[in-house]
């Protein structure tokens, strides 16, 4: 079994996000982690990110140095960083922008939970919780139509 780091983070977007800079986080990410052995969810909702990445320590590491030091966002906060399996399979990053998410019967119970990480902070299995449920409904393939 492979054993990897999943670290989850929350941050705050320095600009609302449209669509088109949200792809061209993915579409980066996509290339990089795939590079580097990563995979993961990106969360997008009110102003805030929530991200998990999972992979092997140094790729990690590296990655979330380049990651927190993006000034598209701010207010880095890691949430959870443990070892343990890969949940992620080859999602190099899944994504969901929660705030159009296009069923709410899917997801109404999950949109209840605050977004912030005070909130996360004080229920630190509550985010991982609430990545793991995406991982069933969120697309993987949301940028099949992009070119990577
Ligand atoms: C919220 C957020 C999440 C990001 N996630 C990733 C990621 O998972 N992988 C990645 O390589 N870059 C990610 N980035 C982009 C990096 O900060 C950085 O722009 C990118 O890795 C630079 O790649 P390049 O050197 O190939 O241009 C993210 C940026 C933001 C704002």
Not at 52 to 81: M, N, Q, W, Y
Not at 95 to 122: C, V
Request: charged content about 25%.
């Amino acid at each position: 079994m492979e054993e990897v780091i999943t670290l989850t983070y929350w941050s705050r977007a320095t600009n609302p996000m449209g669509d088109d800079e949200l792809l061209d986080i993915l579409r980066v990410s996509r290339r990089n982690n795939a590079r580097r052995g990563l995979t993961g969810l990106l969360l997008y909702r009110d102003q805030c990110f929530l991200q998990v990445l999972e992979g092997p320590e140094r790729e990690i590491e590296a990655a979330i140095k380049t990651i927190e030091a993006d000034p598209r966002h701010h207010s880095f906060r890691t949430l959870c960083r443990e070892v343990g399996e890969r949940q992620f399979g080859t999602w190099q990053m899944g994504f969901e922008n929660l705030d159009s998410m296009a069923d709410p019967a899917e997801t109404s119970n999950i949109m209840k939970l605050q977004f912030d990480p005070e909130y996360f902070g004080a229920n630190p299995t509550t985010a991982q919780t609430l990545v793991l449920c995406f991982r069933g409904i969120a697309d993987p393939s949301v940028l099949a139509s992009v070119a990577r």
